[in-house]
Nanobody, 121 residues
Framework: QVQLVESGGGLVQPGGSLRLSCAAS????????MGWYRQAPGKERELVAV???????NYADSVKGRFTISRDNAKNTVYLQMNNLKPEDTAVYYC???????????????WGQGTQVTVDS
């Protein structure tokens, strides 16, 4: 079974930092794009950042200059370093990855369980 497990969420004051991690596990033949999404109360899920297998990244305008996405392909892990956090960053953060399982000759999108990030004084 392929799964994504997230960690690193929590409560932080405005201006603080958090680092999220998401590790893919299982019998995996390949991982293409990995990314982070978030969903705030009453809002739709939105893309925060995405990174390709080769390390190219893109960010939502709202987080540019504050967040950094990275990955460790040897560990099948994607990270999101969040600096200068703002109250509007409060949301459940979900990781996502396009994965080719060893048991299947087809790519599919997988989602993590979500981790809560709360920015509040």
């Amino acid at each position: 079974q392929v799964q994504l497990v997230e960690s690193g969420g929590g409560l932080v004051q405005p201006g603080g930092s958090l680092r999220l991690s998401c590790a893919a596990s299982g019998r995996i033949a390949g991982i293409a794009d990995m990314g982070w999404y978030r969903q705030a109360p009453g809002k739709e899920r939105e893309l925060v950042a995405v990174i390709t297998n080769g390390g190219s990244s893109n960010y939502a305008d709202s987080v540019k200059g504050r967040f950094t996405i990275s990955r460790d392909n040897a560990k099948n892990t994607v990270y999101l370093q969040m600096n200068n956090l703002k109250p509007e960053d409060t949301a459940v953060y979900y990781c996502n990855a396009k994965i080719l399982p060893r048991s299947l000759m087809d790519w599919r999108s997988y989602w993590g369980q979500g981790t809560q990030v709360t920015v509040d004084s």
